[in-house]
């Protein structure tokens, strides 16, 4: 089935001077504008396009990847504000719109928003929402403790960062969980730790159980993760490198490094430090 405003593995029908066309079952011929044709591409070869409606409201194929698809949550820049709407840069020539009905608070030109990409059901365009309430809390959570969940950091506030969880659920990221520098728009993952008898959701960013290791180890953790779980550090590094890596004193660093040996979540090798698999 092809779906506007997502990517779609599509069939080139012919070609023309202007462009190919493409195969849209219900949707009919799609023209594939010259410009985004790869090299090479012939009659009959399939090709991943993404579907929208251009400034005259013709379903266009591209090959470029917009920042965000219909049903994402993406942080965004305002490019321009009219009568309209705001118009937001979302990696394509036509700005994408957010009517003013969709707007929490008037937008203003050159600030960042995070929005819900959606699509019109009416007019088939796509447009984004900066009211997420109106996406969010409509199913009960249905999450188990520890569980593996994909969160993107919304605001901040007094007691931490509101979150969306799974693009369904808002979700609290108190401070004192948090042991990394985190800013609007980043999707990272996370682990449900409670959910509350009011269905609030509270996250953190380390399996449940973490919580008595202290920051210096979950700076340590953090840095293995990005690292395909090996660091070459060992007790025998110089303080200077330590310091550099995580701000720390190198007797502080192997307290640390020695607790998380304790507790099983490292290995100490000759060359460095390697993360326990699936830790």
Request: with cysteine; proline share 4%.
């Amino acid at each position: 089935m092809v779906e506007i405003g997502k990517m779609n593995k599509m069939r080139v029908v012919k070609q023309l001077d202007f462009g190919m066309y493409l195969d849209g079952e219900e949707l009919g011929e799609i023209l594939m504008p010259t410009r985004y044709i790869p090299k090479g591409l012939l009659i009959e070869e399939m090709v991943d396009v993404f579907l929208y409606l251009d400034s005259e409201d013709r379903l266009l194929a591209t090959t470029e990847t917009p920042y965000a698809m219909v049903d994402d949550f993406v942080l965004l820049k305002v490019t321009s504000v009219n009568q309209i709407g705001a118009f937001l840069d979302w990696g394509l020539p036509k700005d994408l719109l957010v009517p003013y009905n969709q707007q929490k608070q008037k937008m203003e030109e050159g600030r960042w928003y995070m929005v819900k990409v959606y699509l019109d059901k009416i007019s088939k365009r796509i447009a984004a929402s900066a009211k997420l309430d109106s996406f969010l809390d409509n199913l009960p959570p249905e999450y188990s403790i520890g569980q593996e969940v994909d969160l993107i950091i919304c605001n901040e506030t007094e007691l931490g960062f509101k979150t969306i969880i799974n693009g369904m659920h808002w979700g609290m990221l108190f401070h004192n969980d948090v042991f990394q520098p985190l800013k609007r728009g980043l999707k990272l993952k996370g682990f449900i730790k409670n959910v509350r008898e009011d269905d609030k959701i509270d996250v953190c960013l380390q399996k449940p159980g973490y919580d008595k290791i202290d920051g210096i180890s979950h700076r340590i953790l953090e840095y293995l993760k990005i690292n395909n779980g090996f660091m070459s550090v060992t007790d025998k590094s110089s303080p200077d490198l330590i310091y550099q890596l995580f701000s720390v004193s190198k007797k502080a660093y192997k307290n640390s490094i020695g607790a998380l040996y304790k507790k099983g979540l490292v290995i100490l090798e000759a060359d460095g430090t390697r993360l326990v698999e699936g830790e």
